[in-house]
């Protein structure tokens, strides 16, 4: 386990940055990041066990200090599958239920090829939830309550990421969170390959739209 070194680390913080504070995505993100408060932790293994113990860990480290607003854990070297990862992901919630966690922390998921329910994969709104790397995002319970409290409109953050991502585009996406390209070569293969998949689907689409205007006629 690494905090605050690793590539992985460093191209998660440029994500956020780059992305999530910079297109207010979430407007409850930049304070806490300014000040420090957010903890950026890297599992390297392989081993799910060893991967919720780490997650269990900093989840007492947050019990401890205060200082720390939020927990991002980077996952590098597993789950790069996304059903595999929402697997895991649902046994995690039946482990912080038995823990009695719930109620005071949750976690979010954040994965490349994170796809909403309902969403097509190449749909840009998906792009809200994907992160450079698998990742557990552990929130206080307290501070989305302080959220939903405070926000002039919590239910139209969603919505107006949705709007927003759509309006870019992938490739508009593609270019907000790499800037220079290099510098986050791993972020861009990952869009990257959707940006190819959303140019395949449109060209199958106008095929069918063809066959289908040919048969007509």
């Known amino acids: 386990m690494s905090d605050n070194r690793s590539s992985a680390i460093e191209t998660t913080k440029a994500w956020v940055d780059r992305f999530v504070v910079a297109l207010n995505l979430c407007p409850f993100a930049k304070h806490p990041l300014d000040q420090g408060k957010v903890r950026f932790v890297e599992y390297t293994g392989k081993d799910l066990v060893q991967l919720s113990q780490t997650l269990l860990d900093e989840i007492e480290q947050l019990d401890r200090s205060e200082a720390i607003e939020t927990t991002l854990l980077v996952v590098p070297e597993m789950l790069h599958d996304f059903e595999e990862y929402l ?18 922390y949750q976690i979010a998921g954040f994965h490349p090829d994170y796809v909403f329910e309902g969403v097509a994969p190449f749909d840009p709104a998906n792009h809200t939830n994907r992160s450079p790397h698998p990742m557990l995002h552990i929130i206080r319970e307290a501070s989305v309550a302080w959220a939903i409290e405070t926000h002039p409109d919590i239910d139209a953050i969603p919505e107006r990421n949705v709007e927003l991502l759509r309006e870019m585009g992938v490739k508009g996406i593609i270019e907000q969170i790499s800037g220079k390209r290099s510098e986050s070569a791993d972020v861009w293969r990952s869009a990257h390959r959707y940006a190819t998949l959303e140019i395949h689907l449109r060209r199958i689409g106008r095929q069918a739209f063809s066959l289908s205007s040919a048969t007509l006629n």
């Open 87 to 104: 697997d895991y992901l649902a046994g995690v919630e039946m482990l912080m239920d038995d823990l009695g966690y719930t109620g005071t």
